[in-house]
């Protein structure tokens, strides 16, 4: 994928603070969804903008344990791409590094807007293997951070069956919250993947519900 559009040296401040700040929110992101900690996580402004700055790239790889065997591990590509426009062809190039990288899935971070084409091919692509789409603006806020937005944790397997086992419901039966939503999309759930919700109030203290993602 050609980089050379990036030129983070010519980026005013404003824009490279924008930068580090969703390469932070990218990093919260994927440790909340069980990925490891990336060694260079903890950088400082300057340090990270130095990095991109000599690599005139901002992309790397993720990784977590596959709890179903622990000689594997789960790895997800991502790479900012600073195109104007994105269209088919970027696609098939991120499409084509994450073959060749053998990763589960793949996120882009994009400063621009998705082509008609560009979303048909990602739709053609995630019936074989995952690709996410953030923009800047959804990157640059950690939104779990807010105040007013509760605590989600994604339930694995056992706990999900666990539930639905103690309140004998099917999970058709839970209240729903569409992969759309903005949290849902910052952990990546899947259709069917059940997140617990803690609120905090003053008067009832630790109020916990469940939703399914639908």
Do not use: C
Not at 115 to 142: D, H, T
């Amino acid at each position: 994928m050609d980089q050379n559009s990036l030129k983070i040296e010519e980026l005013p401040i404003e824009e490279k603070s924008k930068l580090f700040k969703v390469w932070k929110t990218l990093n919260k992101m994927m440790e909340d969804r069980g990925y490891e900690k990336a060694s260079n996580s903890n950088m400082k402004f300057d340090e990270f903008i130095s990095l991109i700055s000599r690599e005139n790239k901002m992309n790397g790889i993720f990784t977590k344990l596959d709890p179903s065997n622990p000689e594997a591990r789960f790895r997800t590509y991502y790479d900012f791409i600073p195109d104007a426009r994105l269209n088919m062809n970027s696609i098939k190039v991120f499409f084509e590094i994450m073959q060749e990288a053998k990763v589960n899935s793949g996120i882009i971070i994009m400063s621009g807007k998705l082509s008609q084409q560009a979303k048909q091919k990602i739709n053609e692509i995630n019936s074989q293997i995952q690709i996410e789409v953030f923009s800047i603006g959804e990157l640059v806020v950690n939104i779990t951070e807010h105040e007013l937005v509760p605590k989600h944790i994604l339930l694995n397997k056992e706990e999900k069956k666990n539930l639905l086992d103690r309140y004998k419901i099917k999970p058709n039966q839970l209240p729903k919250i569409l992969i759309s939503d903005p949290v849902a999309r910052y952990l990546g759930l899947k259709r069917g993947d059940v997140v617990k919700i803690v609120r905090v109030s003053e008067t009832a203290g630790r109020y916990i519900t469940y939703r399914i993602a639908s």
